[in-house]
């Protein structure tokens, strides 16, 4: 009896709380359905410097963008080689947003002063940007290969055996020049079988044939979507990339980078590799 009081307390309480959306005796939480105990469990700096979890958190943030987009762009992939273009388009448009909030992250990461990162910096040993093996994987899958690039990978098996096979695989724009052959625009062979793990070399022909759709969108409205929202997607990869060498400018000039490349004239020459040639090229020739 002198528990009733206790109970009907605590009832009332769980009334409240569950008013507000808690729930004590949940299957799944918000914080275990994220994993949250575990994701923000995994910023550990190496200094004891302020700006270090600054770091940490926009290249681990970063990361998980990229891996969405790899998510995304994939599944893209798979709906043109299908010739399911509308699926496509709202994935290839997400791309094109995630990718809008990674430029913005390089906005925070420069409140950081070159002072800030030197505090640190020699603390990275030879961590570096460049050995990210998502940004390497999305770069071979939107056409940029380059053998050379999984070497910084071959110290772990199963990154190196997962970036030989996305070199080795057609690129999403090899998957869309392959559809534009089957809706029966003259794709030259050798771009529709070749050895995928090299460098895509531009062609004419494929200059032509989106010369053909650009000069009739009425008539082949959804590629021309498709072309449009591929160049959207490279724009806002080469403005992440001069955003990013213009951050590497400002906080540390023109030194090398800690993994040992040559900083910001290393990112200066990626500026200018493209994905999809021909969309750019025909431009001019409209």
């Known amino acids: 009896m002198h528990d009733e009081p206790a109970r009907e307390t605590e009832r009332k309480r769980q009334v409240d709380l569950e008013s507000e959306g808690i729930h004590w005796d949940q299957d799944m939480s918000y914080g ?33 963008w990229m891996r969405l987009c790899l998510h995304e762009a994939h599944g893209a992939a798979e709906h043109i080689r299908q010739d399911n273009l509308r699926p496509a388009f709202k994935m290839l448009t997400r791309v094109a947003r995630i990718q809008e909030q990674m430029i913005k992250a390089w906005e925070v990461l420069v409140t950081m002063t070159p002072a800030d990162y030197m505090s640190f910096r020699d603390e990275l040993g030879q961590s570096s940007g460049f050995q990210s093996f998502q940004y390497r994987e999305l770069e071979f899958l939107l056409g940029n290969k380059n053998a050379r690039m999984i070497e910084a990978h071959r110290g772990h098996a199963r990154h190196y055996a997962h970036l030989k096979a996305a070199l080795q695989a ?17 794709i030259p062979e050798g771009h529709l079988e070749r050895d995928w793990s090299e460098p895509y070399v531009a062609s004419p022909e494929v200059e032509a044939a989106w010369a053909e759709i650009y000069g009739d969108t009425a008539q082949h409205w959804d590629l021309y979507e498709l072309a449009e929202k591929l160049v959207d997607l490279e724009y806002n990869f080469q403005k992440w990339r001069y955003s990013h060498m213009k951050t590497v400018e400002r906080i540390i000039g023109y030194r090398r980078g800690t993994g040992g490349t040559a900083g910001v004239h290393y990112l200066v020459k990626a500026l200018e590799l493209q994905f999809f040639p021909e969309l750019w090229s025909v431009r001019t020739s409209l």
Request: glycine share 2%; aromatic share 8%.
């Open 32 to 64: 275990q359905y994220l994993a949250l105990e575990r994701l923000l469990d995994c910023q550990h700096p190496v200094s004891d410097q302020h700006d270090e979890m600054l770091f940490i958190i926009i290249h681990q943030a970063s990361e998980l």
């Open 170 to 186: 057609p690129s999403l724009y090899d998957i869309v020049l392959q559809l534009l052959a089957r809706r029966g625009f003259d």
